[in-house]
């Protein structure tokens, strides 16, 4: 088994010197090749065109392997290894939707729920990870703990979001939605969403099923008249801010 797994790594590290044969030796020279390959791959996966994806996973592979210094061993060690480097360059702009072959954050909103989604990372087959967050803890959730963890493949013809949208949409159907527990909604309202969420409207529901109710306030369900119901929650607004400033948050 040992010499077998020696051989197909030899064999990978011939075809990585080949492929890095006519690349860049220096390193914004080969960044620029691993980007380029995901805009290769990108073009590739919607054309269907298997060929031109293998190559390009192959080139960003090449790359990395060549920026490394000539190895794959340690490519991932750390934030200043070759592979995270090449990773963090080619991942899409927070709220984005990657390409295929890119790491990345955005928002997809199925049947009325929203998902923010983390999808990659890596290239290629192995690279297609969709993990769903839910955003609105007070709807219903393809998962009680408003998390759920799906590893898909390539789509041809498809975005990463319709990819997303079709996952999600299909768990629904199969699983049907759930409320989220307690305790993970109040484990959730107490972390603070990434900064490019800020703009959507409606703004995040992220209130935690356990109201803490401080002394000189009093929780009250009511239902009012919808005429009426505008000043109960601006009452309920101006509550919220002075417990904050109570607290100094």
């Not at 805009?39 to 298997?50: F, I, R, S, Y």
């Not at 703009?199 to 099923?209: I, K, Q, T």
Request: glycine share 10%.
């Amino acid at each position: 088994m040992k010499k077998t797994i020696s051989v197909q790594r030899d064999e990978r590290d011939e075809l990585m010197a080949r492929l890095a044969d006519s690349m860049p030796g220096y390193r914004a020279g080969l960044l620029a090749v691993a980007r380029a390959a995901v805009d290769e791959l990108n073009a590739g996966v919607m054309a269907c065109d298997d060929a031109a994806v293998e190559l390009a996973t192959g080139r960003y592979q090449a790359a990395t392997w060549k920026l490394n210094g000539g190895t794959f061993f340690g490519c991932q060690a750390d934030q200043d290894a070759a592979g995270c480097v090449i990773d963090r360059l080619c991942s899409a702009a927070p709220g984005d939707v990657p390409c295929w072959g890119q790491a990345g954050q955005f928002l997809i909103e199925v049947e009325g729920l929203r998902a923010l989604v983390d999808f990659g990372g890596g290239i290629g087959v192995m690279g297609c990870h969709f993990a769903f967050n839910a955003v609105d803890l007070d709807s219903p959730f393809i998962s009680e703990t408003g998390y759920r963890s799906n590893f898909d493949r390539l789509r041809g013809g498809m975005t990463v979001d319709d990819v997303a949208a079709t996952i999600f949409a299909a768990i629904l159907k199969e699983k049907q939605p759930k409320m989220i527990e307690p305790e993970s909604r109040d484990r959730l309202a107490s972390y603070v969403l990434p900064d490019w969420t800020a703009g959507l409207v409606p703004p995040p529901r992220r209130e935690p099923a356990t109201v803490d109710v401080p002394k000189g306030f009093a929780q009250v369900d009511v239902v009012l008249p919808a005429h009426r119901a505008f000043i109960v929650r601006k009452w309920a607004a101006d509550a919220q801010a002075k417990i904050k400033a109570a607290r100094g948050c």
